[in-house]
């Protein structure tokens, strides 16, 4: 180490012993010579665990016992609320809803409280009753607070596009901007007055029955809209 070492007191000792050790050097005397100093090899990187495959069920009521059960849902939050679809597997019309908000939640399906009875008035309008349409939200959870990311909304619209291959349904409406945005690509200001197909279902997209409540004259708009989704035309 050079210098004289008996003028060392016993604490430098200690100290220069534990910087070379920390260093590497582990004899005094070696053979072959080594690279003390040299900067030992980095760690292996820990191997990535891949996430757990997302279950894909065969048919309906498979997919909606999945729904039902699976923990690693979009918006599935501490103490959100799960919301069931609901409806016959034969259903000629499926609706989609936005995210569910706490009348939905409360009555424990996708359309509860005020939103729900228009929703009944709107579809008896264009000659369906809502107890055979199946419904279903974007999201099965209300999750209060709660604010959906644009990863989250993606997932979303590949469980839906899911949902709605194995419901098969003759025609489909999705009510309000969410569902517009993730299973039509667009805003519910672009794709509304347009039918669209989604897994090859005939499709429109409107204003969700809570928005009615508050925008009653969009009623008007939401009207075309339906009529346009019964129409023969493509």
Not at 88 to 101: C, H, R
Request: charged share 25%.
């Amino acid at each position: 180490m050079g210098g004289n070492i008996e003028s060392l007191d016993r604490a430098t000792v200690e100290s220069l012993l534990d910087w070379w050790r920390l260093s590497g050097v582990d004899v005094a005397v070696d053979d072959q010579p080594r690279a003390w100093l040299r900067s030992a090899s980095p760690l292996p990187s820990p191997k990535t665990v891949p996430p757990a495959a997302t279950a894909s069920p065969e048919n309906l009521a498979q997919f909606r016992d999945w729904l039902s059960s699976a923990h690693d849902l979009p918006m599935n939050r501490p103490g959100a609320v799960r919301i069931a679809p609901r409806g016959d597997e034969s259903a000629p019309v499926m609706v989609i809803g936005d995210l569910p908000d706490r009348d939905d939640a409360a009555a424990g399906k996708p359309f509860g409280g005020e939103a729900a009875e228009l929703m009944e008035r709107m579809l008896k309008a264009i000659g369906l009753d809502s107890s055979t349409a199946y419904q279903a939200s974007l999201s099965c959870f209300h999750a209060p607070g709660a604010r959906i990311g644009r990863d989250e909304l993606d997932r979303c619209g590949s469980i839906a596009r899911d949902h709605v291959r194995l419901a098969k349904p003759e025609r489909l409406i999705l009510f309000g901007d969410a569902p517009a945005r993730a299973l039509i690509g667009e805003s519910l200001a672009r794709a509304r007055g347009r039918i669209h197909k989604v897994e090859g279902v005939r499709t429109i997209a409107t204003f969700h029955p809570r928005w009615l409540l508050h925008r009653p004259s969009d009623k008007a708009l939401a009207w075309k809209d339906l009529q346009l989704l019964m129409s023969e035309g493509e």
